[in-house]
């Protein structure tokens, strides 16, 4: 018996987001926000569901060679640290680290919107 392989039909923005169990996106939002969303199951590709949680910086922020830190609604305390380089990074590869009590890599994102509102996907960090 032969088996043949098949060409994916997902995209870029599909792969990135299949099989994460557990997933924060750090998003910055063209009126001036930045978020972090909690995805419990990693996100749908196509826009939907929204985040389960949601935690705005209140700003703006830089994510590299920075950490920031926002307290989401649920109580839970999330922290990355991007590392400085972390731009020049092509989508998927590591870019810094995250922590709420357990670890977390986070990667280079793809800047595809998630919020539907101006807002891109700049970094996402998946449960390590």
């Not at 199951?41 to 929204?50: E, I, L, R």
Request: glycine content about 10%; proline content about 8%; some cysteine.
């Amino acid at each position: 018996m032969t088996s043949t392989a098949l060409a994916s039909p997902l995209s870029q923005n599909d792969l990135e987001a299949r099989d994460i169990p557990e997933s924060v996106f750090l998003v910055n939002c063209a009126g001036g926000q930045s978020f972090m969303e909690y995805f419990p199951a990693g996100p749908n590709p196509h826009g939907a569901p929204p985040p389960q949680d949601l935690c705005n910086l209140g700003r703006i922020v830089h994510w590299e060679g920075e950490t920031h830190s926002c307290r989401f609604p649920t109580g839970v305390t999330f922290t990355s640290h991007i590392v400085s380089y972390a731009a020049s990074k092509a989508v998927g590869e590591y870019a810094g680290f995250g922590n709420n009590g357990s670890p977390w890599t986070c990667y280079r994102g793809s800047q595809r919107n998630l919020l539907g509102q101006g807002c891109i996907n700049v970094y996402y960090c998946n449960k390590s």
